[in-house]
């Protein structure tokens, strides 16, 4: 039996004194009571409903006078230095108070924080204040090395967690027995050939044949790689499985194969009448295509242009006519093509846009099918305004502008989706929409995205004892712009949230209409989307830990200093759904805020911020059309295994009976003459 070092006398007792109880450090009195109730967040005591508030002044250390107790306190945690915690001369006390509304104070003595206010002002002081020491340990934590510790012993398991860890041992050790050669011959059997050379094998059977192990598990094949002959060898006893196998190969060397096919189209719609082009500048109170600094925008404005028809015409005489009641026309010609005074070339120009349409889309479709990407494909509605054009005098013909300027590569255009700056402009449009459609249940949605410079994984800080020619740093070519996209629960907390990175357009069709104030677009786009769940440990995983938003205001929050993540732009998606036959029609309305703009000091930057309505860089509504169809087609793409191919093809977009090219430019054309009708251009509108 082992002993303490100092044993216990029974008989040694202590009187019970304020004294020997009491640390003499501690004020007395009823302020003592006080400051113990007040250590536990949320407690009220009795004498809460009576404060003495200290006067506000400018600066923290003359808020309170020496000998005025505190309400509450808050703990420095022995771990962090002073200027850890609250940076150089405390400047992130400062920053608290202005936030809080609460009189802060360091009691340098007992190692504290000495706070006054109200419950609610303490309260949030204290969660600041606890945010600052998390985001303190969380640096620590990720680029702390990793070592063996003492731990609980696990505990028994469960016969259900039994079973399910014997089945799962039982389907790993079944999974291994594929990756060697077979003991004995098999009855079936396939090969694969790799015909590109050029392409490594590590990228298509991936490391360590990771890539060929999930398809070897799956079919419950055996397959090697012949390197002599470039092939890929499979064989099994179950002849389905084999075929599958096969498949899966040829399917997962294609996807490394093909790259996509980008594909611009610049189009211009059959107009009725013809009409020349002037290049118009953009007007004063015009909304840029993207969002750009005050710089980048100037430039937008003076050197980009907008598409402007001038009606013209050319005048038949009538002695040039056969007779004046047409009866021997043609039954086939279209006579009011034929009186508008366009070409013949320009009289077939939807024609020869609808094949031009046809053939990169499905170019396009083919090219990504294979992928594991998130795809969208939707009709935007806007402006058209051209970025690079020839510095020649105006207008322009419309031969010229289809045939020569529209299919020259250095011609460049972009959609500026902006229709209105105004819900009370838009109202209109919503009466229409209204009248004429099914709103969803779920609509409006609102979402959230942020988009970002980051590391994709934290950047290790280099080691002591490592050469300094052996270390490198990381560059900003090494970072990523990444978008997250998330939504909020009922207890404003994150919900759903998606990061992806790497979006390219596939293909982009824009069509402009001269006759209307409002033209389309066509695009398919692409992104890589990373797997949320493994991301926690990660710059953007930390950044989404403190997201959330405001209980009063319902104001998004978010912490703008995160390690390796630096936000850019933040915008609360707005979108108003409606169903009309087979297509949805989507309002949408942007509110963006720049967070380089915002008035937050450096050190204020390291705590919550909340985005208010007038700290909003730009406010846009927007319009689009697309099918549901197409976003159930593409949302098999994130569920493909290793060599999985999605049911659809290009010919389900293109080649259907009510889904084809022929819808999509009768109901792009629809909507344009929707938006013409019901909404005036916000740029000719009265300031």
Partial sequence: MLEPEVPYDPDYEVEDTEENWRDPHIISGNNARQQQVGLTAGDVGDNYDNYHYPPAQDHIENTVGQDQAADDCWMLPPEFTLFDVFGKNKIKLEEIRQQTKSSLRYNESKHQVDIWGDRDSINHAKQLLDLLVQRLHQQQDSSRRKTKKWGKPERELTKKERQRAERKQARALEERSYQGFPQLPQPHSAAVPIPDTNIPMTQV?????????????????YMFYNTSTNVVQIAGENEENVRMAATRMRNLYLKNARLPEFAIRKLLKQPKKNMLINFRRLPQNYVTPRYSSKGE????????????????????????????????????????????????????????????????????????????????????????????????????????????????????????????????????????LSSECIQFTDSPRTTYTIEADQYPQFVQQPSTWTRRAQQTAPTEQDKWRTTIITNFTSERRVGLWNLIAEGKDIVNISCADLENDYSWELKLQSAQRFNTMDDLNTPHGQFIENLSLDPDSNNFVFVPNSRDYHPRLVAKKTKWVYAMDDWILEVGRDDVWDVQRMNVSTDGRDLPVELKESDISRVIYKFS???????????????????????????????????????????????????????????????
Avoid at 205 to 211: A, D, V
Avoid at 317 to 330: C, K
């Fill in 297 to 432: 925008e100037q430039l937008i404005m003076s050197n980009c242009r907008l598409l402007e028809g001038l009606t013209t015409g050319v005048v038949n005489p009538i002695a040039e006519r056969r007779n004046l009641i047409d009866l021997d026309d043609d039954p086939n010609e279209d006579n009011d093509n034929t009186d508008s005074g366009l070409s013949k070339e320009m009289r077939h120009l939807d024609e020869r846009n609808a094949k031009d349409m046809i053939e990169v889309l499905e170019m396009g479709l083919r090219s990504i099918r294979l992928s594991q990407q998130e795809i969208k494909m939707k009709i935007r509605f806007g402006q058209i305004v051209i970025t690079d054009y020839p510095k020649r005098p105006n207008p322009f013909s419309l031969e010229t502008i289809a045939n020569n300027y529209f299919r020259d590569d250095r011609f460049k255009s972009v959609l500026a989706p902006c229709i209105e700056k105004t819900r009370e402009n838009m109202q209109p449009l919503f009466e229409w």
């Fill in 625 to 687: 059309v697309y099918r549901e169809s197409w976003v159930n087609r593409f949302a098999e793409n994130l569920l493909l295994q290793v060599g999985e191919a999605p049911t659809w093809t290009a010919e389900d977009f293109l080649a259907g009976n009510n889904e084809n090219m022929r819808e999509i430019i009768e109901i792009a054309n629809r909507m344009t003459s929707v938006l013409n009708k019901e909404i005036r251009p916000y740029y000719d509108n009265p300031l």
């Fill in 205 to 221: 059977l991936g490391m360590k044949e990771e890539y060929l192990n999930k398809i070897r598990a799956d079919c419950k094949s």
